[in-house]
């Protein structure tokens, strides 16, 4: 079993920054990848980012290519998403999830963290 817990959220300006966390507990060393999603009010949850633990190869959604960053700390089963030039339609709960194997989906979602970029 895997816990998460995601911090970091709050409200930015359009044009602003700012870094969301993920804590890992519990059986981490098997993982394949970690992630983050987001979901918006009315709309369904999609994917932003992704890391594999493993050799660190990063995936990205489209949409925050060039102003989202993931990144890792495998000391501290912990993994980042510093988001910068945030836009108003990045506003939503963000969620990490993990990967535990290559065919497994993302799952064991923390509580997510909100964030919210005015116009």
């Known amino acids: 079993q895997v816990q998460l817990v995601e911090s970091g959220g709050g409200l930015v300006q359009a044009g602003g920054s700012l870094r969301v966390s993920c804590a890992a507990s519990?059986?981490?060393?098997?993982?394949?990848?970690m992630g983050w999603f987001r979901q918006a009010p009315g709309k369904e949850r999609e994917f932003v980012a992704a890391?594999?633990?493993?050799?660190?190869?990063?995936y990205y959604a489209d949409s925050v290519k060039g102003r989202f960053t993931i990144s890792r700390d495998i000391s501290k089963n912990a993994v980042y998403l510093q988001m910068n030039s945030l836009k108003p339609e990045d506003t939503a709960v963000y969620y990490c999830?993990?990967?535990?194997?290559?065919?497994?989906?993302?799952?064991?979602w923390g509580q997510g963290t909100q964030v919210t970029v005015s116009s």
């Open positions: 890391i594999s633990w493993s050799d660190g190869n990063l």
């Open positions: 999830a993990v990967k535990k194997g290559q065919l497994d989906a993302f799952g064991s």
């Open positions: 519990g059986r981490t060393f098997s993982n394949y990848a």
